[in-house]
């Protein structure tokens, strides 16, 4: 069957309508599709985001998942893969930090910065976390003025959490 360019575009249409959440049929609105966590991730990109302010939720995630961290802080293989899943779990249920942040960053979620909070915190400054990837001087200036918050545990805001769910 072929169809002409106006059944075409038309289609198109009503597919990105619907996508958006904006489209009724038969007076009932139709959901946007529920987002799917699949894929893997790799520990070293989930460890990026991490900055010790969670309590510990960390390395509970990294044991939980028998990922095997010698240094008490970080995995000691970066470059394992580790299914989406088990990192948006390590979030809700250990509210590991940078779990959270890694998925913010993956999926493009509209939740705040657990990173960037926590750059605030130590810091005092807003928007530092695109900065702090690339920047030895800034992470140097962090690692030197987080002693004062070694037991601080920044809470994980609700938004993050009802972004994960």
């Given at each position: 069957m ?20 904006g ?22 990109d ?51 930090h ?15 910065s ?7 915190l130590?810091?005092?400054?807003d ?9 030895p ?29």
């Amino acid at each position: 069957m072929e169809l002409s360019r106006r059944q075409l575009f038309t289609a198109a249409g009503v597919t990105v309508t619907a996508l958006a959440g904006g489209f009724t049929f038969g007076g009932q609105a139709v959901a946007a599709p529920v987002r799917t966590w699949s894929g893997e991730i790799q520990v070293g990109d989930w460890e990026r985001f991490y900055l010790g302010l969670d309590g510990g939720a960390h390395q509970k995630a990294l044991t939980a998942l028998g990922i095997a961290h010698r240094d008490g802080v970080h995995a000691d293989e970066p470059y394992l893969l580790v299914p989406v899943e088990a990192v948006r779990r390590a979030a809700l249920d250990f509210d590991d930090h940078a779990a959270a942040d890694v998925l913010r960053d993956r999926f493009g979620l509209d939740t705040p910065s657990m990173l960037g909070r926590g750059l605030r915190l130590v810091l005092g400054e807003d928007g530092l976390e695109k900065r702090y990837f690339d920047d030895p001087a800034l992470q140097l200036r962090y690692i030197g003025r987080r002693r004062r918050f070694a037991q601080h545990v920044l809470p994980t805001p609700s938004s993050v959490r009802a972004a994960l769910s």
